[in-house]
C-alpha cells in the first residue's frame, strides 16, 4: 500500500525524512528549517512523505506562493504599453501557485525518491494527490484559490520526462526556460593557477584586470557573530541588486542569511568585501555535496563598476569550487554572458506547467511565461583555450 502524509512545519517531520537516502541538501532539514526560520511573506512550505508498507520511498517540498503586481514587476515603467501588459499578466497569474521545487533557487529541489521501491509514475500521482488535498485546504483555510501549478527546474536529461503520460494527463505543459549555468571543474585544475593559465590571452589579461580593480578591496568569510550584527546592512546591499530586477516574484526577509548560517553552519558560506573597513558587498555558497551552489549576493551600486565587483565575485565562487574540490559550481540562470566568460557553461532547463482556469489555454501560458523569463540573446563565451 502507498501512501502519504502532509507536514506543514520541519519539527513535525518523522525522523525517517534525514535518514532517507538523499543528497540534495535542498531537501534536508538542516536547509529546511533554516528557511522556514526566514521564508519571503509570500511564501509557504509543506512538506510531503511518501510510503509504501509504512516505509518512507520518497519525499517533496511543495511551496504556496501568493503573487501580486508589486511582488512580480519591482522596477516601474512609466511607458502605458508596459504598464497595460503588466496589468494583463497580473490578471492572470496573481494569486495563489503551488510550486513543486524551491521557486528561490535555480534547479530541481522538489522531488526525492528511492526508484528501487516505487515507480517514478506512482510518486508522481501520490504528489498530485498531496497537491489535490492541499488545494483544498488552502481554498478552505484562506478562501485562496490555486491558479497555477508547477514542477521546476529539470535539466533535459532528467529521467522525470519519462514520465509525459503523467504529465499530460494533468495538464501540464513542458516549456523550456533560461538556462542553468553550470560550471564543471576539470580534473587538471588542482589548484586555482592551473585554471587561470588554461584561459586565452584574452580572458587571462581580463583575469587580471579584474584583479587589479579590486585590490583595494578586502574579502574575508564573516562567521555567524558578524552576520547577526550586521544583518540589515546585508539585507540592503542584497536589496540593491534584487529591487533592480525586471522581474521577482518574492523578497528574502531581513533575517534570512543569519537563519541559513545558523541552520546550516559550515555548509553556509557568507563572503565580504570590504573597502576601508566598510561592508560593500558579498555573496554567499551553499555546500550540496559535490556541488558548489552560488546563492544571493549583494553590492553597492555606486561601487560595483569601479571595483568590478560583480566579476571579481564569479572568479572567487570558480576558485573556491577547485580550491575545495567540487565537481560543479551552479551559478543559476541570471548574467549568462558575464557568467560564460568565467567558465560556465549553459544547461537547458523545463519547467511543467498550468493553469487551473481552462479557459487559459497553453499558447497564452506560454507567453505569459516567456514574458516574464525572456529567452534572452547573448553571446556564449569562450575564455579557454582551444584545448579545453
Known amino acids: 500500500m502507498i501512501d502519504y502524509k502532509i507536514y506543514r512545519a520541519c519539527n513535525e517531520l518523522p525522523e525517517a525524512w534525514d535518514n532517507f537516502p538523499c543528497e540534495d541538501i535542498f531537501l534536508r532539514t538542516e536547509f529546511l528549517k533554516g528557511l522556514e526560520g526566514a521564508t519571503p511573506i509570500n511564501i509557504t512550505s509543506y512538506y510531503v512523505a511518501v510510503f509504501k508498507e509504512e516505509k518512507l520511498v520518497g519525499i517533496s517540498v511543495i511551496q504556496r506562493v501568493q503573487m501580486y503586481l508589486d511582488d512580480i514587476f519591482r522596477r516601474t515603467s512609466n511607458s502605458k504599453i508596459r504598464q497595460t501588459g503588466k496589468q494583463l499578466v497580473s490578471k492572470i497569474i496573481k494569486g495563489n501557485a503551488l510550486v513543486i521545487g524551491n521557486l528561490m533557487h535555480t534547479g530541481q529541489h522538489g522531488i526525492c525518491f528511492d526508484s528501487n521501491k516505487i515507480s517514478q509514475d506512482d510518486f508522481l500521482s501520490i504528489i498530485q494527490k498531496a497537491i489535490d488535498e492541499l488545494t483544498i485546504e488552502i481554498k478552505e483555510k484562506f478562501n485562496k484559490k490555486i491558479r497555477i501549478i508547477a514542477f521546476k527546474d529539470y535539466f533535459e536529461d532528467d529521467p522525470i520526462h519519462n514520465s509525459s503520460g503523467f504529465f499530460k494527463e494533468q495538464n501540464l505543459y513542458k516549456i523550456q526556460v533560461q538556462p542553468n549555468m553550470m560550471f ?34 578586502t574579502c574575508k ?79 553597492n551600486k555606486e561601487l560595483q563598476h569601479k571595483y568590478q565587483m560583480y566579476l571579481n565575485m564569479l572568479f572567487n565562487m570558480a576558485c573556491f569550487g577547485i ?52 529567452m534572452r540573446k547573448w553571446e556564449e563565451r569562450h575564455p579557454f583555450n582551444k584545448s579545453n
Open 323 to 374: 580550491e575545495n574540490n567540487f565537481k560543479t559550481v551552479v551559478f543559476a540562470r541570471t548574467a549568462m554572458e558575464i557568467k560564460s566568460s568565467i567558465g560556465a557553461k549553459p544547461n537547458t532547463m523545463h519547467v511543467y506547467l498550468k493553469h487551473t482556469n481552462s479557459f487559459i489555454a497553453n499558447t497564452v501560458l506560454k507567453c505569459i511565461v516567456k514574458y516574464m523569463n525572456p
Open 184 to 217: 564543471n571543474v576539470l580534473d587538471s585544475w588542482e589548484t586555482t593557477e592551473n585554471y587561470i593559465s588554461d584561459f586565452n590571452k584574452k580572458y587571462r589579461r581580463r583575469y587580471k584586470t579584474a584583479r587589479k580593480k579590486s585590490a583595494e578591496l
Open 221 to 299: 568569510e564573516l562567521d555567524e557573530n558578524y552576520v547577526k550584527k550586521n544583518s540589515k546592512h546585508l539585507f540592503k546591499l542584497y536589496e540593491n541588486v534584487s529591487d533592480n530586477a525586471r522581474v521577482n516574484s518574492f523578497k528574502l526577509s531581513e533575517s534570512h542569511f543569519l537563519s541559513l548560517k545558523k541552520s546550516l553552519k559550515h555548509n553556509f558560506k557568507v563572503f565580504g568585501y570590504f573597502l576601508n573597513e566598510d561592508l560593500v558587498g558579498f555573496y554567499t555558497l551553499i555546500l550540496n555535496n559535490e556541488a558548489l551552489e552560488t546563492y544571493f549576493l549583494g553590492y
